[in-house]
């Protein structure tokens, strides 16, 4: 349910804590974010900043063996909001982070770029290849 996301996010996410692309959470549409921001919401937030950074720094990554990841949507964690985050390692322990609240997607372009690699997507828990996705979005 969604309030399960609110009990784990006082200790540390994990990889078990990140909902799997076959969860139905994941197709419902998340609610716009009001502000002021909730406290839970904030706590999620730098929860997920946490995770991100820790799965870049690979000892950390190792030893409490997190998937890599550089962003992840609140619904991930069971939270049916509108917001993401981005964390970047720019140089080694520097990072680059982004808070995304409520974005609006106004058009895609009809350009594709392939990824080779497959999916980084930390809900896609299989092997992915070829993945073909969107060049540029525009956005508000």
């Known amino acids: 349910t969604v309030y399960r996301a609110y009990a784990i996010i006082f200790d540390m996410l994990r990889n078990k804590d990140i909902l799997d692309e076959k969860n139905k959470l994941l197709r419902q549409t998340s ?14 937030i730098d929860k997920m900043i946490e995770y991100l950074k820790n799965s870049q720094i690979e000892e950390i990554a190792e030893k409490y063996n997190l998937r890599p990841g550089m962003g992840m949507a609140a619904v991930q964690i069971g939270i049916l909001k509108r917001f993401f985050t981005v964390v970047y390692e ?11 609240i409520n974005p609006k997607i106004t058009s895609t372009s009809t350009e594709k770029i392939y ?3 497959g999916e980084g997507c930390l809900s896609i828990n299989r092997p992915t290849e070829g993945i073909k996705l969107n060049f540029d979005l525009e956005r508000i």
């Open 31 to 44: 609610k716009e974010v009001t502000f002021p921001m909730e406290q839970d919401d904030l706590v999620a």
């Open 90 to 100: 720019k140089d080694e322990g520097e990072f680059d982070v982004y808070v995304v």
């Open 115 to 117: 990824v080779e690699d």
